[in-house]
């Protein structure tokens, strides 16, 4: 009984700072401008790498090599926004509303807010994946092969995925608590990190070998593989870092990997926080 | 102001300079993995340095009163007596010292990392052609912040679009001559759009083949661009600040 409790109520605060992070996306603007502005950003990012395409290699661009950065770019949506969203909470409930003392003071567990307050990132990520969908198939020689067989593993390592990035949000949170205003960089240089680590929009083989080294230890990594090699219907992509390395395998890679980032995150999420509390930072504003 | 703040918080620089570099780096690899020329790396690590000048105009410009308003600032700058253009070409230098720290890295990674190397034609109007870009950047960044005397969030979001889509229009990461001349002719109107591509064509050797119209006819554009920019800046600042006294929207906070 106590446990369905704890469950209800553990949902209730998701669910209201979902709900509080949604009115704070999108109530600036009509639903038509907010609409606009929500795949305006993610369909340039996407033209931007099928126009250097189309310069460097014209026609003679692989099938292969589009299916590839076009996934890669999809899921990284999800990664940047999420990512983005649950670290700049701080920002906004801090410096710019200056409310955050008032929610550390009321009867919620911080950690389940701030993952509440990252859904309404992630759906204006999964708006801006079904726009980039769209103008994949319109513009690129795209070919989703996916087996029936392959739709639940898929399913698994998707939300595993997302469920990883989740709980990097909350570290890098966990970071800015301490930090000034000038660390709301921070989420865009770390999304920069993975967007060259992970390869989200060309092969992890074309880094240098001491990079691929971290880049295959990173879970966004086995995420991107495991989707191309599902979608694509194909036991390994052009990639040659993950030759050799099975699906299975690098599904059992990303939940132990979100596994570890599950327990970092609460770890250092209440660290830092008592950190804050301790050094008398949690509300402070920094303006210059 | 700005300069004070940097050193305020010098971790501010770690963020500004270094990490907006990595999105560089991946365009680069980009053109790496598909063995393109060494001069098409160029014109990426071109292009992204110039995205740190963007950047400055548009957050560091543009949104400049959004912050002001914010803080409570806004309504002492009104008070004091001096121009609102003033104080925006001061926040432009100020950010001037991180801004083009943040070139030289760009330039640095890209030499060191990705073995560009330029071959300058004119470095005479190369300079001229920078100097010209700059100018008509911070001219379209004022008449942007213009807006934010009015405006609260939705001009901020608005901002927003002019990134992404912006680095695509404007051909930061390949030459504009690749949109075709039409939605070429209408990114013209970013000036950086024409700043990048006499650039290109006067640092690379593979510049001239990809030019989307020879170097003074652009400079010829930008001069107008700066001149219809600055004269647009500066009704706009004035009306705009009207409409805002009237409207008692210069110390509006949260909207």
Same mark, same amino acid.
Do not use: E, I, K, T
């Given at each position: 009984m106590a446990v369905t409790d704890t469950l209800k109520r553990s949902a209730k605060v998701v669910r209201s700072a979902a709900w509080l992070g949604w009115q704070l996306e999108s109530n600036w603007a009509d639903p038509a401008i907010f609409a606009i502005i929500t795949i305006i950003r993610p369909l340039a990012s996407l033209l931007i790498i099928i126009f250097m395409f189309r310069f460097a290699l014209g026609a003679s661009a692989s099938a292969d090599l589009l299916n590839f950065f076009f996934i890669g770019n999809t899921v990284y949506l999800f990664v940047y926004n999420v990512l983005f969203g649950i670290s700049q909470v701080i920002f906004e409930d801090r410096e710019h509303y200056e409310v955050i003392k008032y929610i550390y003071i009321s009867p919620v567990n911080w950690y389940l807010y701030f993952i509440g307050r990252g859904f309404a990132r992630l759906i204006i990520a999964g708006v801006s994946c079904v726009v980039s969908i769209v103008a994949g198939l319109i513009f690129l020689p795209l070919k989703? +092969? @996916?087996t029936a067989a392959a739709v639940p593993v898929f399913a698994f390592s998707f939300l595993l995925g997302i469920v990883s990035i989740f709980f990097m949000g909350i570290i890098m949170c966990a970071l800015t608590?301490? @930090?000034?205003?000038?660390? +709301?960089m921070m989420s865009e240089s770390i999304s920069g990190i993975f967007f060259i680590l992970c390869g989200i929009i060309y092969p992890i083989s074309a880094l240098p070998v001491w990079l691929q080294k971290i880049s295959t230890a990173i879970p966004i990594s086995y995420w991107l593989e495991i989707s191309r090699r599902l979608i694509l219907n194909t036991d390994q992509t052009i990639d040659a870092a993950w030759h050799g390395v099975s699906t299975a395998d690098l599904v059992y890679r990303l939940g132990f990997s979100t596994a570890v980032l599950f327990a970092f995150s609460v770890v250092f999420f209440y660290y830092m926080s008592m950190l804050a509390r301790a050094k008398g930072i949690i509300d402070r504003t920094t303006s210059y | 102001m700005r300069i004070i703040g940097v050193n305020r918080e010098p971790s501010w620089l770690i963020f500004e300079l270094f990490f907006p570099l990595l999105p560089i780096c991946a365009f680069a690899f980009v053109y790496k993995s598909m063995n393109a020329p060494t001069d098409y790396l160029g014109f990426v690590i071109l292009g992204g340095a110039m995205t740190a000048i963007w950047m400055n105009v548009l957050?560091?410009?543009?949104a400049q009163f959004f912050w002001e308003r914010e803080s409570g600032n806004l309504t002492l700058y009104m008070l004091c007596p001096m121009s609102t253009m003033a104080v925006l070409i001061g926040m432009a230098f100020g950010s001037a010292f991180s801004t083009f720290f943040r070139v030289i890295i760009t330039f640095l990674i890209g030499k060191f990392l990705f073995g560009v190397t330029l071959h300058v034609a004119s470095y005479f109007w190369l300079f001229v052609t920078f100097i010209l870009t700059i100018a008509a950047v911070f001219s379209l960044g004022m008449m942007m912040a213009s807006f934010f005397l009015i405006y609260g969030r939705d001009a901020w979001n608005i901002l927003t679009v002019f990134m992404e889509p912006v680095f695509f229009m404007s051909g930061f990461?390949?030459?504009?001559k690749t949109l075709g001349y039409p939605l070429g002719a209408l990114a013209s109107l970013i000036p950086i759009t024409l700043g990048l591509d006499s650039m290109r064509q006067l640092a690379f050797a593979l510049g001239p083949e990809t030019a989307f119209l020879p170097v003074k006819t652009e400079v010829a554009i930008l001069v107008v661009l700066t001149v219809v920019y600055l004269a647009g800046a500066k009704y706009l600042l004035n009306k705009l600040e009207y409409l805002g006294r009237r409207e008692g929207r210069l110390t509006l906070r949260w909207q």
């Open positions: 989703f +092969n @996916m608590l301490v @930090m000034a205003r000038h660390g +709301n | 957050w560091g410009m543009a990461y390949f030459p504009v």
